[in-house]
């Protein structure tokens, strides 16, 4: 197999529900677009992913929402691009079809307090789900890297929550420890970096709201909950 270089995940830069949630009640998730915070933050991701590449080619996987698509427009890495292909299950975690703020609200309050991997939106995906399809998607990724002829990198422009997810079953992070997590900035980078021994190493982790170790589990915390 011939396991990239490096596998290199943007999220979305600022999209316009990051400033109005009422959004969702009148334009599909997927329709929403970047806000000109958003491109801008996409250009300077940009500046990074390409200073990471070094002039390499990189195969891209990209979800299908407008603001991934716009990112990865504004990252301006076209010359790079050996191929970009939409990629569904890299697709922002489901909540509604149109969402109701209010009562999107009340569910992420009930989400908090019984955890964001189990719990599931009505109408929506819960954090296992999203798992679960990332986790087919690895699949993939395993049968293109077995071509002779794969590029030396890969790039996955995404979400935050998907991104999380995807390196908890990269690494086998567990419940727990995933929990503790905060997402990425808006088009924050994260990195996997091959290793001399075949390995992977995240370039920089995430930020924790609680500390918890990658091998923490819900047994282990259990008397912080009693």
Known sequence: MSAPRQIIMVRHGQS????DTSIYERVPDYRIPLT????????????????QLAGERVSV??????RAYQTFDALGIHDLAERVIEEPRLREQDWAN??????????????????HFFF???????????????SSFMETLYRHWDKPDYTPNTLLVTHGLTMRLFCMRWFHWTVEY?????????????????????????????????????????????????
């Open 98 to 115: 149109f969402q109701i703020a209010h009562d999107i609200e009340q569910q992420k309050k009930l989400r908090d307090s019984y955890g």
């Open 16 to 19: 316009a529900a990051n400033e």
């Open 61 to 66: 996987y990209i979800s299908p929402y407008l």
């Open 178 to 226: 995933f929990e503790s997590l905060n997402n990425p900035e808006n088009a924050g980078v994260r990195t996997l970096i091959r290793q001399p021994d075949g390995r992977y190493q995240l370039d920089r982790p995430f930020t924790q709201w609680a500390e918890r170790a990658e091998t923490d589990t819900v047994l282990s915390t259990l008397s912080e909950r009693l």
């Open 120 to 134: 599931r939106f009505r109408e929506g995906e819960s954090g296992s789900d999203v798992y679960d399809r990332v």
């Open 36 to 51: 000109d915070s958003g491109v801008s933050e996409a250009r300077e991701a940009g500046r990074i992913v390409r200073e």
